[in-house]
């Protein structure tokens, strides 16, 4: 059993009409509704609960973390930043959606700006399959087409992905690396473009494959975690520096 806490600042949907029309319960009571379906152990979290619900507490039985930001990445505290940070080195997997992509435990993570083009002109979005041998896209065709999606185009400042999964195309002319993995310490990262606030991207059934496959292929593995600082040598060695003979 894979436990997941899905994570959203929960603002837009609050303030904003569309958001709320598309999303009444919040993005992440939608992606939790469907991935209880699913049979993951789901909790959910918000930025203005207390420590933004990331206590110590819940992230130790957290397997996977999925994350959906955007007005308030700034609001997120260095300090909960830092102990996400830890945990995923530790080995706790990231999928990270949208316009999390500018939020600040991934631009950690990557060390870039991770900045790119946008427009928001209800274009369709076409999101091709790239990597047809990887787990990430079991169930996926060659495309996944939706309807209505914010525009996001390169250059992508991010680092050259481990993995390259997606490459989607709008209809103004852009491609964009959709979806993409990375490593970290112990733990496995997957960025996927999908998820504007007012589009109900997260109820297409691709999506919702696609981030189900995300949290499968993140899900921790059983390696120890590295010891790091000072090491005693494992063998004998002389004043000299050698090895004792």
């Known amino acids: 059993m894979i436990h997941v806490t899905v994570w959203n600042e929960f ?40 420590e933004h619900g990331l206590t110590l507490e819940v992230l130790e039985n957290t397997d996977v973390l999925v994350w959906w930001g955007h007005i308030a ?14 945990r995923v080195l530790e080995g706790m997997g990231l999928v990270v959606l949208h316009s999390a992509h500018m939020s600040k435990i991934f631009m950690k993570l990557m060390g870039t700006s991770c900045d790119l083009k946008w427009r928001e002109a209800e274009e369709n979005c076409r999101i091709w399959n790239v990597n047809p041998s990887h787990p990430i896209v079991e169930g996926i065709g060659e495309y996944i087409e939706l309807e209505k999606e914010e525009m996001y185009g390169e250059h992508f400042d991010i ?10 195309w709008y209809p103004g002319g852009e491609v964009f690396r959709s979806g993409c993995t990375y490593r970290r310490g112990n733990g496995k990262i997957f960025y996927f473009q ?12 691709g999506v919702q494959k696609v981030i189900r496959n995300g949290i499968r292929w993140c899900k921790p593995t059983q390696n120890s975690y590295p010891v790091y600082g000072h090491h005693e040598p494992l063998e004998t060695i002389s004043e000299l520096g050698g090895r004792q003979q």
């Open 11 to 50: 603002r837009h949907e609050k303030i904003d009409s569309k958001a709320k029309e598309v999303y009444p319960e919040g993005i992440h009571q939608q992606i939790a509704t469907f991935l209880e379906e699913d049979n993951f152990t789901v909790q959910t979290a918000t930025l203005d609960e207390i």
């Open 73 to 86: 990445h700034q609001e997120v505290t260095d300090d909960i930043v830092k102990r996400v940070h830890q």
């Open 159 to 168: 680092p050259a992905p481990d993995e390259l999964i997606f490459i989607s």
């Open 194 to 205: 999908p998820g504007h606030e007012t589009y109900p991207s997260f109820y297409n059934e």
